[in-house]
């Protein structure tokens, strides 16, 4: 689960901030033909041999991010030492590492003997406490669930202040203010949303909306015409929207 985390969620939502859906699309796949073909074997010795070296390049970055965002949840410099130190010695560098942290952090004990194809494997033991058990899942998920919030809510967290500072400057290029009908309130109480989109309320929503549309920069016009809806924005994207919200014709609405 902890490393699932990472490999299926964490590294995910990483690369969609960098690059979109290019660089997710990239990391799956290379996620998913070293699992189908990483082997060392006569069979796969070549042929996975690109895909497996991929995996380790792109997640080698995604890995220390997701061990970052376990070990806060928890005792912060053991998760962290036991991260360097074990997942050093594990057969997967990123896997070691993100595992080492999340175990720790949960205070149970990965690795040991166990049963791979018939035949029996020593693993190095990762993270710190009692064997795990089934009874671990829940929390396994809920350490994930975390992280991946945290993530988020840095994501959205980025989004929300751009719109507000261009919110506020448009208030004040404008000299408007609530009696002119433009806006409903306060500009703060303007923007609201969930941590994978914000909601702008401007009485001149349909004339913006067209001239983002044709600066290439696609935002939804709720039905009511009465407000904009700015999807989650990638590092690479917020540049090119608040470029796009300055060069804003605002004197011809």
Known sequence: MLENGHDAVIATVVWFAIGGAPLVILHRLSNTLDAMWGYKNSRFIYFGWFAARMDDFLGWPTAKITSLLYVCQGP????????????????????GWVMAAGATVLGIRLGGSASYHGKTIQS??????????????????????????????????????????????VVTDMKINTESGVVNDTPIDNI?????????????????????????IYVRLCDEQNALRFGLATDKELPQLKSALAKLNLSSI
């Open 192 to 216: 609201s949303g969930t941590s994978l989109f914000k909601t702008v309320r401007l009485t001149h929503a349909k004339d913006i909306f067209e001239q983002l549309c044709q600066l290439g």
């Open 76 to 95: 912060l410099l053991i998760a962290l030492d036991n991260a360097k130190i074990q997942g050093r010695q594990y057969k997967s560098l990123n896997g």
């Open 124 to 169: 190095v033991t990762l993270g710190k406490g009692a064997q795990v058990s089934s009874k671990d899942i829940e929390p396994s998920l809920t350490l994930v669930s975390n992280a991946l919030l945290s993530k988020l809510l840095y994501l959205s967290n980025q989004l929300e202040e751009l719109l507000r500072q261009w919110f506020n400057n």
